[in-house]
């Protein structure tokens, strides 16, 4: 079945720091790769995604890149900020076969806390 | 503003009860799924509804079922309330894999 590994928090960082969330995912098919960020007592926001191996997903400064061949789909950002800090989850989405549905498969959260 | 409306947002029921949660979204989509989070976990797939028939389902026992309205809004049903299932219960809609999914803030359901 699916599955979606990504590093354990919390990382805390410093304000301009650069930062990596790993991210790495097993599943049967060809899956679409996302990246939702979660702001304490809210839903998930979508943040970025990437459909196809090679294609880069990116958004508010934050990037991650579909990487087939090492099954991957590290979350990067330059420079973080304090309104940064929340929780990340790595998921992916595949169809099974028959057209049928799995939904999105989630990584376990990591929980990011930047410091000013 | 997600687009994505849920209802209530808290609730406590007593174990053994049933609980009926709701979702609504003002856009067309033709996929609503539900998920289930637990306190400090990632969320978990309940099932996913396309064109209002259920086509794919998580490793979730029958008495979680479901139902979707041509009106777009949605439905969770969870029979016999049993103390694990307090969780984040979070709607998510898509018109597609490709375009990803959008969720709602969740319902807080305390089971006790």
């Known amino acids: 079945g699916n599955s979606v590994t990504q590093m354990e928090g919390p990382v805390t960082l410093s304000e301009e720091a650069f930062l990596t969330i790993n991210c790495t995912y097993t599943a049967t098919g060809y899956p679409s790769l996302f990246w939702y960020v979660q702001y304490p007592g809210e839903g998930l926001q979508l943040l970025l995604k990437a459909t196809k191996a090679d294609d880069k997903g990116s958004n508010k400064g934050f990037e991650a890149t579909y990487r087939k061949e090492t099954t991957s789909f590290h979350l990067e950002k330059g420079s973080v900020q304090v309104s940064d800090s929340a929780v990340y989850f790595c998921a992916l989405s595949d169809l099974v076969s028959g057209g049928g549905a799995d939904g999105l498969t989630f990584g376990k959260g990591t929980h990011l806390i930047i410091q000013p | 503003e997600t687009g994505v409306t849920q209802s209530p947002t808290h609730l406590i029921k007593t174990r053994g009860q049933q609980v009926t949660l709701r979702c609504s979204s003002q856009s067309g989509h033709n996929t609503v799924s539900w998920y289930q989070q637990a306190l400090g976990q990632g969320p978990q797939f309940i099932f996913q509804y396309y064109r209002e028939e259920e086509n794919g389902r998580g490793n979730f026992p029958p008495r979680f079922s479901g139902l979707q309205f041509p009106n777009y809004s949605s439905e969770l049903n969870v029979n016999a309330l049993e103390l694990d299932d307090s969780a984040l219960y979070l709607c998510?809609?898509?018109?597609?894999?490709?375009?990803?999914?959008?969720f709602g803030s969740g319902t807080r359901l305390t089971v006790v």
């Open positions: 998510a809609i898509s018109q597609g894999i490709e375009h990803g999914y959008t």
